[in-house]
């Protein structure tokens, strides 16, 4: 798993490169000190797991998650442990209070494992003619791509909306992102990814973002600062 740590404190981003020399299946491909040159390098090179410290100077650890749109797994690496609760509504893997021991981060990296193993990459992209299995609880779908307007991240699962059905399916949607055609489908924000051809109308929003209504659906979609551009660019001659 290829991995990167941000966290202000030099010798805490080392002590933690030197543990994780310890697991074969572990290449740490960068760290960074703050949240401005972390963003930076995730959207250039975007790693399957990121420790991240909580308290640093200036930005913390949550402002970095809230301005990708797009996030790796997350391992909390801090010394308080009054964030534990608030790290629940970011769906982290683990919260490892410094300093870090050995039983603990390997339980960590068990944990890793086993939420991103096997890698999901090795299946193709499915086209807007295919059609997929959906199920459910008891209720089960067999679903064209093209019937469906919106994927939304609900905790660890993703809400699928199609027709007049919300089915519940446990995907994340950094997954879905592989396997859906980037032509008709577009990642809006953290939270969501719409059908392209499921558009209604697009509405300017606050400073410079957009958002979208979307056909057959009481969903308003809201684009982030980023998305926006790039829509504006993909969808202009």
Same mark, same amino acid.
């Given at each position: ?42 959207? !250039? /090179?975007?790693?399957? $797991?990121?420790?991240? %410290?909580?308290?640093?100077?200036? &930005?913390?650890?949550?402002?970095? *998650?809230? @301005? ?60 807007? !003619? /295919?059609?997929?299995? $959906?199920?459910?609880? %008891?209720?089960?779908?067999?679903? &064209?791509?093209?019937?469906?307007? *919106?994927? @939304? ?85």
């Amino acid at each position: 798993m290829r991995v990167a740590i941000v966290d202000d404190s030099r010798l805490a981003r080392k002590e933690l490169a030197f543990m994780l020399k310890d697991y074969n299946s572990v290449e740490v491909i960068w760290e960074a000190e703050d949240v401005d040159s972390a963003v930076s390098q995730i959207n !250039d /090179d975007m790693p399957d $797991v990121l420790f991240l %410290d909580i308290h640093m100077p200036g &930005k913390n650890g949550f402002d970095l *998650l809230n @301005e990708l749109d797009r996030t790796p797994s997350v391992v909390f690496t801090t010394a308080y442990d009054e964030y534990a609760v608030k790290a629940l509504d970011y769906n982290a893997l683990d919260y490892l209070m410094k300093p870090i021991k050995e039983n603990r981060l390997a339980a960590a990296l068990e944990k890793i494992e086993l939420n991103i193993s096997p890698k999901p990459y090795v299946k193709g992209k499915l086209s807007s !003619d /295919d059609s997929v299995f $959906v199920k459910d609880g %008891d209720d089960c779908w067999f679903v &064209k791509l093209n019937e469906i307007r *919106l994927f @939304e991240v609900e905790g660890n699962y993703s809400r699928i909306y199609f027709k007049n059905k919300k089915p519940l399916i446990p995907k994340g949607l950094n997954y879905l992102e592989t396997r859906l055609d980037e032509a008709t489908f577009f990642r809006a924000n953290r939270q969501q990814i719409i059908n392209l051809k499921m558009i209604d109308k697009v509405v300017p929003w606050f400073s410079g973002t957009l958002k979208i209504v979307l056909l057959n659906g009481a969903e308003d979609i809201e684009l982030s600062r980023r998305q926006s551009a790039k829509f504006k660019d993909i969808m202009s001659f």
